[in-house]
Nanobody
Framework: QVQLVESGGGLVQPGDSLRLSCAASGRTFSSYAMSWFRQAQGKEREFVAALRRDGDRTYYADSVKGRFTCSRDNARNTMFLHMNNLTPDDTAVYYC????????????????WGQGTRVTVSS
């Protein structure tokens, strides 16, 4: 497994932008597919974005497509989530997750999780 630590959450206004980071430790970081999930209060944890293990391809939930961008810096063992035009519906705890092999958008497929970072979008 790989160890993950998220950061960058906070309180922002609607329309603002925010960048989340996920710092990873582990010798085989580059061999892991990684994803972002979020969980709002009273809601199920849901898929947000993903990076394939061995390529630059990205995948996004319909709710964030065109607003969020996921990227990865293997040299620094860090994954980012650039969030633009935030709305109150984006308020949630955001988690990064990693797994060896193919990418996935399913919570049950991931065994390595960060502790989460809180994003609150409000006026």
């Amino acid at each position: 497994q790989v160890q993950l630590v998220e950061s960058g959450g906070g309180l922002v206004q609607p329309g603002d932008s925010l960048r989340l980071s996920c710092a990873a430790s582990g010798r085989t970081f580059s061999s892991y597919a990684m994803s972002w999930f979020r969980q709002a209060q009273g809601k199920e944890r849901e898929f947000v974005a993903a990076l394939r293990r061995d390529g630059d391809r990205t995948y996004y939930a319909d709710s964030v497509k065109g607003r969020f961008t996921c990227s990865r810096d293997n040299a620094r063992n860090t994954m980012f989530l650039h969030m633009n035009n935030l709305t109150p519906d984006d308020t949630a705890v955001y988690y990064c997750a990693a797994r060896p092999g193919a990418w996935s958008s399913r919570v049950a497929d991931f065994g390595s999780w960060g502790q989460g970072t809180r994003v609150t979008v409000s006026s």
